[in-house]
């Protein structure tokens, strides 16, 4: 599997904290903050392009039988879905989440949990890549803002050594960490991450208005000349939020 495009990425590399494949033959790199970066293949895909995708707004990893209960019904145009995590009283993610409704939908009353499923924080051989731009599909939607990845078939943990600066091929350093070898050689890109990524999670009162979630992004993602913050292509100011 090709990971040689993951360790180019122009926003750096230093946050990569594994690199891993799935089956359709696309890989991908997660990131330290909890985001992903898809390398995407065309193979045993419809649509044929490939490359780097843009870098998601969160990802969460869920067993194949939970994406299975959860995504057909998030991309009905017929209904008005949100995927919402649920917390603990006290407003702790409890690593469980929801699909519910958003308006009425037959017998069904808004706010209805359609289904409800455990995810995980991390990858692992197994589970599916779910990124998230987005937890809302409204009733005419397809839900295009999550990516429900194909199941993990390969995981490399990023080896310490590959945090020098640019000194350690990618190919020994995968071998190193996982016994698996790609072709290529590690160089280290110029500068710090700059797509805002907001927890999934993040409370009512952690994104109480735009303004206060975007001083959040700068101050933890800005970059050090001047701390500029580049948003994602589908942001649009008061509606781009994670839950």
Known sequence: MDYEPLFKLPSGTDDIEYVYGTGRGSTYAHHSNQTSTRNRSGANHRDTSTGIQGRSGKTVYMDPKHVNSIAGLYQNAEMATKFHPVTDSEGKPTGRAALYLTEDYGPRKAGSVLSE????????????????????????????????????????????????????????????????????????????????????????????????ALAKAKKAYGKKSGGSVKMPDSYSSGNWKLI
């Open 117 to 212: 499923v455990p995810y995980s924080l991390k990858p692992a051989v197994g589970l599916h890549p779910v990124e998230l731009w987005g937890s809302e599909s409204p009733k005419g939607s397809e839900g295009r803002n999550i990516h429900w990845g194909s199941k993990i078939t390969e995981i490399h943990p990023r080896p310490d050594r590959l945090k020098q600066a640019g000194k350690v091929g990618l190919a020994a350093g995968l071998a190193g960490a996982a016994g698996a070898a790609s072709a290529g050689e590690y160089r280290k890109a110029a500068g710090m991450l700059g797509e805002m990524a907001l927890p999934w999670w993040a409370s009512g009162s952690d994104l109480a208005t735009d303004e206060e």
